[in-house]
T-cell receptor, first 116, second 111 residues
Framework: NAGVTQTPKFRILKIGQSMTLQCAQD?????MYWYRQDPGMGLKLIYY???????DKGEVPNGYNVSRSTTEDFPLRLELAAPSQTSVYFC???????????????FGPGTRLTVL | DAKTTQPNSMESNEEEPVHLPCNHS???????IHWYRQLPSQGPEYVIH???SNVNNRMASLAIAEDRKSSTLILHRATLRDAAVYYC????????????FGTGTRLTVIP
C-alpha cells in the first residue's frame, strides 16, 4: 500500500494563477480531507468528503474548490492564487468519521506551495 | 468545540521517559482524547486515543485523569526519532469527521 500520496511536492505560483493539488489513497477509505498548515501553526481543515460525490466545507474553505468523483482521488483546486494561500497542504483519509481506531486519519507527505 | 491546552515545548534526554501533559477542562462526556504527532517535514500520524481508561500501545501510553479534565501522553523511552510536535485533540463520539489542531507541544530529544 502506498497510503496517501500527494503531488506535487513543491510549487511556486504567481498571484492570480490557478492549480490543482492532487491527492490519492489506496486504502479504500470513505473519508478524505484537505488541511493547510501555516508556519508555526497547527493544521486547519479546508474541505472534507465522506464519500464519492459528497463534499463539505471545513474551517477555511474560501479560495478553494474540491471534487470527489472516485473513492481514491480528492483533488484541491486553487483559483486565483493569493499570497495568503502560501502554506503547506496536507491531504488525509480515514475509513470512518468516528472515534474508533479504524477512524483515525492517515496523512500524506504534504505539498509546499508558495504564491509570489 | 472543547479546547485543549498544551505547553509550547518540552525537552527530554534520550532513553528517558517523557510525560506530555494536556489540559481539557471543558471536555464533555462524549469526547474522546486523541494524540497525533508530526515529525519534521511530514504529515501528522496517529499515536493513541482513549475515553476514560488508561491505554497502552506499542508507541506510547495514555493516562487519563479520573475527572477527564487532563491527560498525559507517556513515551517510555524517548529516542531521537520521537522529536516531533505532539497534538492533543478532542473528538466527539458522534462522529466528528475532522481534527482541530492547536499548536501542540514541540518535543526536543537531547542525545
Amino acid at each position: 500500500n502506498a497510503g496517501v500520496t500527494q503531488t506535487p511536492k513543491f510549487r511556486i505560483l504567481k498571484i492570480g494563477q490557478s492549480m490543482t493539488l492532487q491527492c490519492a489513497q489506496d486504502m479504500n477509505h470513505n473519508y478524505m480531507y484537505w488541511y493547510r498548515q501555516d508556519p508555526g501553526m497547527g493544521l486547519k481543515l479546508i474541505y472534507y468528503s465522506v464519500g464519492a460525490g459528497i463534499t463539505d466545507k471545513g474551517e477555511v474553505p474560501n479560495g478553494y474548490n474540491v471534487s470527489r468523483s472516485t473513492t481514491e482521488d480528492f483533488p484541491l483546486r486553487l483559483e486565483l492564487a493569493a499570497p495568503s494561500q502560501t502554506s503547506v497542504y496536507f491531504c488525509a483519509s480515514s475509513y470512518g468519521g468516528g472515534v474508533k481506531r479504524t477512524d483515525t486519519q492517515y496523512f500524506g507527505p504534504g505539498t509546499r506551495l508558495t504564491v509570489l | 468545540d472543547a479546547k485543549t491546552t498544551q505547553p509550547n515545548s518540552m525537552e527530554s534526554n534520550e532513553e528517558e521517559p517523557v510525560h506530555l501533559p494536556c489540559n481539557h477542562s471543558t471536555i464533555s462526556g462524549t469526547d474522546y482524547i486523541h494524540w497525533y504527532r508530526q515529525l519534521p517535514s511530514q504529515g501528522p500520524e496517529y499515536v493513541i486515543h482513549g475515553l476514560t481508561s488508561n491505554v497502552n500501545n506499542r508507541m506510547a501510553s495514555l493516562a487519563i485523569a479520573e475527572d477527564r479534565k487532563s491527560s498525559t501522553l507517556i513515551l517510555h523511552r524517548a529516542t531521537l526519532r520521537d522529536a516531533a510536535v505532539y497534538y492533543c485533540i478532542l473528538i466527539y463520539q458522534t462522529g466528528a469527521n475532522n481534527l482541530f489542531f492547536g499548536t501542540g507541544t514541540r518535543l526536543t530529544v537531547i542525545p
